[in-house]
């Protein structure tokens, strides 16, 4: 049975995921896996110098560690001294980098594009020329199956160079047609460029900010996004430029919270690979990333029927080859299908079975702490928060909204903000009358600064300090006037930010019909559940 995470495992969690390790040579040594250890081994051991003799001792030193300790290290390698530890790290970073290069080249299509071109300029700087011509033949060959541009531009300029250094006897079509090529890969380099730019600086602003809060954050990123946008981006064709642009609409639309939009460039994002089966092995993080951001506009769509079938397909993929080669795609792959996991059981009310997923998320949470970002670590806490809330389990999740309010990084304002108002509704749920009113003042003083307030965010607190004013019996007619004051906001865009983190309505309708949450929510998914979204 998997223990629960304890406080001291989050801090200890959130330790790793900041500083990363404290040593690279321990990070990159506890990253392998028992096939890359072997292979190392294997690849070390043909030379039986010292040097590497030594190297293996400090390999395996280091893989029985549980944390690095430099002091336990050097007794376990005396007579070895620091500065000789030092150089000896150096080594065994360099062979291992070079063993799994050597590994993974056969599955990865940048390796295999490195390898083909080292060789040829290998095989020109030996004054082979035309062999050189021939590795860069087939470099081209491959770079251009998998649009790999940026590689492309690096074998045409090896080609040129040679071309212009020395009398190859080429035709005057060939030289013509490799000007003609040089230029044509500049244009979709300049284009991706400027659509992976637009897509990556949208991203960085939701991170930091979350979601438009009002008509001038709206007015910001759209006059960003406008003038950011290429001209005429219906024409574009290639596949790099098309995803980058589907990656920056997505965005676009989620901070402006337009889901439709959202809905629709996630969807052309995953159909790119749907039309290019090959690019899901060459870029299987961007595909993996699409999927992600299907189910989360499905999610937020509430479209039940298409968010199962979506995430059936992803559980399939994660059963396949592809989606394990990679360290980051199997640790992106359980942080996403968990995720939607998790979002399954907010929109039809199945709290208290959720909950079940919790002991393996925190599992892999564990497992993986090298490699997961805090802001993941923050989503995480707040989706199983609200599991807790909805299960009843106040007290629960007041512990996990801990983890994200003692955070105090600059990460998701509008997390940050909503986690406490959760906190609030979790005390008031507790008649923690004592503690309520200052709690209130504090929330509010929070959520002023960052300027974050809503018209639901406001009726919350009006509620809450009414509600001390009278006895039960008055508390019904605030209930429902409280109901009757958000209930009409579900379609405003710049009010579904309160409604989609905490599902206000949902609670306060408990409280109006007295029936729990988890009733209130699952009895919307049995009527919406067979409408077509499609």
């Known amino acids: 049975m998997l223990k629960p995470l304890l406080a001291k495992d989050f801090k200890r969690i959130l330790?790793?995921?900041?500083n990363r390790f404290t040593d690279a040579l321990f990070q990159l040594i506890k990253s392998l896996e028992k096939a890359e250890k072997r292979h190392f081994k294997l690849y070390i051991k043909r030379s039986s110098s010292n040097e590497n003799l030594k190297i293996i001792q400090l390999f395996d030193a280091l893989d029985k560690m549980n944390d690095y300790d430099e002091k336990g290290l050097l007794k376990k390698l005396n007579p070895i001294?620091?500065?000789?530890?030092?150089n000896l790290k150096t080594h065994l970073y360099k062979q291992l980098l070079a063993s799994l290069r050597l590994l993974k080249t056969t599955v990865n299509i940048d390796l295999q594009l490195s390898e083909l071109l080292d060789n040829a300029r290998v095989l020109y700087y030996k004054g082979l020329k035309l062999q050189s011509f021939k590795m860069l033949e087939k470099a081209k060959e491959l770079a251009k199956t998998n649009h790999k541009y940026n590689f492309l531009a690096q074998v045409i300029s090896l080609e040129k160079k040679i071309e212009t250094l020395h009398i190859t006897r080429s035709s005057l079509e060939?030289?013509?047609?490799?000007?003609?090529?040089?230029?044509?890969?500049?244009?979709?380099?300049?284009?991706?460029?400027?659509?992976?730019?637009?897509?990556?600086?949208?991203?960085?602003?939701?991170?930091?900010?979350?979601?438009?809060?009002?008509?001038?954050?709206?007015?910001?990123?759209?006059?960003?996004?406008?003038?950011?946008?290429?001209?005429?981006?219906?024409?574009?064709t290639d596949f790099y430029e098309r995803l980058y642009l589907y990656q920056s609409y997505c965005w676009y639309a989620f901070i402006r919270q337009d889901f439709l939009m959202y809905f629709r460039y996630s969807k052309k994002w995953?159909?790119?690979?749907?039309?290019?089966?090959?690019?899901?092995?060459?870029e299987t993080g961007h595909y993996i990333k699409g999927m992600h951001t299907l189910?989360?506009?499905?999610?937020?769509?509430?479209?039940?029927?298409?968010?199962?079938?979506?995430?059936?397909?992803?559980?399939?993929?994660?059963?396949?080859?592809?989606?394990?080669?990679?360290?980051?795609?199997?640790?992106?792959?359980?942080?996403?299908?968990?995720?939607?996991?998790?979002n399954w059981h907010l929109m039809t009310g199945t709290f208290t079975k959720g909950l079940a997923l919790v002991p393996g998320i925190e599992e892999g949470l564990r497992q993986y702490a090298s490699y997961i970002d805090l802001h993941?670590?923050?989503?995480?806490?707040?989706?199983?928060?609200?599991?807790?809330?909805?299960?009843?389990?106040?007290?629960?999740?007041?512990?996990?909204?801990?983890?994200?309010?003692?955070?105090?990084?600059?990460?998701?304002?509008?997390?940050?903000?909503?986690?406490?108002?959760?906190?609030?509704?979790?005390?008031?749920?507790?008649?923690?009358?004592?503690i309520i009113e200052s709690?209130?003042?504090?929330?509010?003083?929070?959520?002023?600064?960052?300027k974050n307030f809503s018209v639901v965010e406001e009726e919350i607190f009006k509620f809450i300090r009414n509600s001390f004013k009278g006895s039960p019996k008055q508390l019904k007619p605030e209930l429902e006037s409280f109901l009757y004051n958000i209930k009409h906001l579900e379609k405003n865009r710049f009010e579904t930010r309160a409604l989609a983190y905490?599902?206000?309505?949902?609670?306060?309708?408990?409280?109006?019909?007295?029936?729990?949450?988890?009733?209130?929510?699952?009895?919307?998914?049995?009527?919406?559940?067979?409408?077509?979204?499609?």
């Open 15 to 18: 330790i790793m995921t900041s």
């Open 81 to 86: 001294t620091k500065p000789q530890l030092a």
């Open 174 to 236: 060939k030289t013509e047609q490799l000007a003609m090529e040089a230029a044509d890969i500049s244009v979709h380099i300049d284009n991706v460029i400027k659509l992976s730019n637009l897509a990556l600086l949208l991203y960085r602003w939701y991170v930091q900010n979350g979601h438009a809060r009002n008509k001038e954050d709206e007015n910001g990123v759209r006059s960003f996004f406008k003038k950011m946008l290429p001209p005429h981006p219906e024409k574009i």
């Open 270 to 282: 995953v159909d790119l690979f749907d039309e290019e089966p090959l690019m899901v092995t060459v």
């Open 295 to 342: 189910l989360n506009a499905l999610f937020n769509l509430r479209n039940y029927k298409l968010f199962q079938t979506v995430l059936k397909q992803f559980e399939k993929f994660a059963a396949t080859p592809s989606s394990s080669t990679h360290d980051n795609f199997r640790v992106h792959t359980f942080i996403y299908i968990n995720a939607a996991k998790l």
């Open 376 to 434: 993941r670590i923050l989503v995480f806490n707040y989706k199983i928060s609200m599991l807790y809330f909805g299960s009843g389990d106040y007290a629960t999740c007041i512990d996990y909204l801990h983890r994200i309010i003692n955070e105090h990084g600059n990460l998701r304002i509008d997390l940050q903000s909503y986690a406490r108002l959760l906190h609030l509704m979790a005390h008031y749920e507790l008649d923690n009358d004592a």
């Open 439 to 450: 709690l209130t003042r504090s929330v509010y003083r929070f959520m002023a600064k960052m």
């Open 502 to 534: 905490l599902d206000v309505i949902s609670w306060v309708e408990s409280k109006v019909y007295t029936k729990p949450m988890s009733e209130i929510v699952h009895e919307k998914y049995i009527k919406s559940k067979h409408r077509n979204y499609s």
